[in-house]
């Protein structure tokens, strides 16, 4: 069944920031966008309709929903962008219809839910060969050019910072 998007800002059955048309503008005007221009948009749709949920999920924003019948988090009132001016509390900003653009098309890049090969492992040792895994190199549920497009909106609250191990 294919998914519809429906982007009515402060709508009760809202299910994406971003339409298809505004992602396909985004993409025209960035590098690499291969992956979501070859993409279908029985695909596409579903990552705009996945990546909004990611980033109500996975993001504290500031501010406050503008009603409670709302089905997304956004629109929200009290919020200012880096420049204090007023964000208006009866659209979806830029910022975040790009943003999940973006995320969408890491979404439809490949299975970013699917297990790590080497999830559980922290050495394998095969013969004389030795690998010790990296726990802290794994898929991020949000890209960093994502957290970077939102980070002055709210705090991503799945995000791990690596840390430097003392020797």
Known sequence: MAVTVITTPGGSTSNSYCSLADADTYFERRLH??????????????????????????????????TTTQALRWPRSGVYTPDSQYVSSSTIPTFLREATAELAMWLIASDRFAE????????IKIGSLFATIDKMDRTTRIPEIVRDMVSFYG???????RTLERC
């Open 155 to 161: 705090e991503d609250k799945s995000y791990q910072p």
């Open 116 to 123: 790590q090969s080497t999830a559980g492992f922290s050495q």
């Open 33 to 66: 966008s291969d992956t979501w221009d070859s993409a279908s948009d029985d695909s596409k749709n579903p990552a705009l309709v996945m990546a909004t949920w990611l980033l109500d999920k996975d993001f504290n924003w500031v501010g406050l929903k503008v």
